[in-house]
């Protein structure tokens, strides 16, 4: 049985974990997939730093970027799923993940989560706020992904650039 207790929820790629890694420490991120690294000044200041990694933790960074996380879904901890939803109009979409890895050090809040089966698309997303020494506060999503269904395969670039798109307005969601 998978390490979740529930057969078949385990994440949909084997390289768990390399998206923190390469967010922590520059490790490269695993050939065979896209890449997305998006490193953005966020403001300055502890209140900064706290308002941004609540809102990250708590899913506002995600519905106010436009992606329906339901209510219930608890603070972002390793095991926690969501149930990512998005779309235009009558076409919707949900997409699983589970939190895998929580950063929590002075100066240093973030996630990672991975896609489980059914997810539009196969890898996993970091997103770290940072509090450097001199005040500057930094947000960063670094992710790797590929195609994982038939509509996602037929968007080709296009896809990439939405979850580029979707990456800056997450970061924005942090500065508000």
């Known amino acids: 049985?998978?390490?979740?207790?529930?057969?078949g929820r385990d994440p949909t790629y084997?390289?768990?974990g390399a998206s923190l890694r390469a967010c922590l420490d520059g490790s490269p991120l695993p050939s065979g997939y896209r890449h997305l690294h998006i490193r953005e000044e966020l403001g300055?200041?502890?209140?900064?730093?706290?308002?941004?990694?609540?809102?990250?933790?708590?899913?506002?960074?995600?519905?106010a970027a436009g992606i329906a996380v339901p209510d219930a879904t608890p603070s972002a901890a390793p095991g926690v799923e969501v149930?990512?939803?998005?779309?235009?109009?009558?076409?919707?979409?949900?997409?699983?993940?589970?939190?895998?890895?929580?950063?929590d050090d002075e100066g240093r809040r973030g996630f990672t989560y991975g896609t489980l089966p059914g997810h539009p698309e196969c890898g996993e997303e970091t997103f770290l706020v940072e509090h450097a020494g001199d005040g500057r506060v930094t947000g960063t999503v670094i992710a790797f992904s590929r195609p994982a269904r038939w509509y996602t395969r037929l968007a080709g670039p296009v896809g990439h650039l939405l979850q580029r798109r979707i990456a800056r307005r997450y970061l924005d969601a942090l500065r508000r």
């Open 1 to 7: 049985m998978p390490a979740s207790g529930r057969p």
């Open 14 to 16: 084997p390289e768990v």
């Open 44 to 63: 300055r200041g502890d209140r900064v730093f706290e308002v941004a990694a609540t809102r990250l933790f708590s899913w506002q960074m995600h519905r």
């Open 83 to 103: 149930l990512l939803g998005f779309g235009i109009g009558p076409v919707r979409a949900t997409a699983g993940c589970r939190v895998l890895e929580v950063v």
